[in-house]
């Protein structure tokens, strides 16, 4: 069971959008500590997409968007392309555990 | 360029102690204001956080796995490491070094170890 919750699949078709959410609770992402994303293609390592909630690196496409209001955070992405399946994981701080927590993680298909 | 590539056992026997290192390129993990972790990935499964150790020396533990966990910098080598005690197979997992910001973002990770616990 993961700290942060996030639903298990989304999808959308090519050039649709669709919006990944991750709850959490007063000790973490609604005592304001920042809510990271990570973007993690099938046997590969996890790579970082969102910083800060609403951050993207250098590389990242504007595609790829994120917010975060109370107790929750999002990620959005629009204009879905074949490459963006993949399983997406929101990362937050929590104050009770003293340490980093995950979501549990979304598998996003493209239809 | 920074990069971290992990090494160590790919099998370690049940009640013995997984050992990985995590050997950095790129950056000095003595300096700058950044987190050295590890986290692990059960096959199929989310990320869990293991351990941090922070480049002035700080560390934080999963509470979890806390009584298990030893994890510890090598500046003359530039490598951290990761100690895990009585493994069970539980255990078994892609485990990964990665480095945070201060911010509390895993910019750069390494590209995962698999390790199985089993007899």
């Known amino acids: 069971q993961s700290v942060l919750t996030q639903p298990p699949s989304v999808s959308g078709a090519p050039g649709q959008g669709v919006t990944i959410s991750c709850t959490g609770t007063?000790?973490?992402?609604?005592?304001?500590?920042?809510v990271h994303w990570y973007q993690q293609l099938p046997g590969a390592a996890p790579k970082f997409l969102i910083y800060?909630?609403?951050n993207r690196p250098s590389g990242v496409p504007d595609r790829f968007s994120g917010s975060k209001s109370g107790t929750s955070a999002s990620l959005a992405i629009t204009g879905l392309q074949a490459e963006d399946e993949a399983v997406y994981y929101c990362q937050s701080y929590d104050s009770g555990l003293s340490g980093w927590v995950f979501g549990g993680g979304t598998k996003l298909t493209v239809l | 360029q920074v990069q971290l590539q992990e090494s160590g056992p790919g099998l370690v026997k049940p009640s013995q102690t997984l050992s990985l290192t995590c050997t950095v390129s790129g950056a000095s993990i003595s300096s700058g204001s950044y987190y050295w972790s590890w986290i692990r990935q059960p096959a199929g499964q989310g990320l869990e956080w293991i351990g941090r150790i922070y480049t002035y020396g700080r560390i934080n533990y999963n509470p979890s796995l806390k009584s298990r966990v030893t994890v510890s910098l090598d500046t003359s080598n530039n490598q951290f490491s990761l100690k895990l005690s009585s493994v069970t197979a539980a255990d078994t997992a892609v485990y990964y070094c990665a480095r945070a910001d201060y911010g509390g973002y895993f910019d750069h990770w390494g590209q995962g170890t698999l390790v199985t616990v089993s007899s």
């Open positions: 800060g909630n609403n």
């Open positions: 007063s000790s973490n992402i609604g005592a304001a500590y920042d």
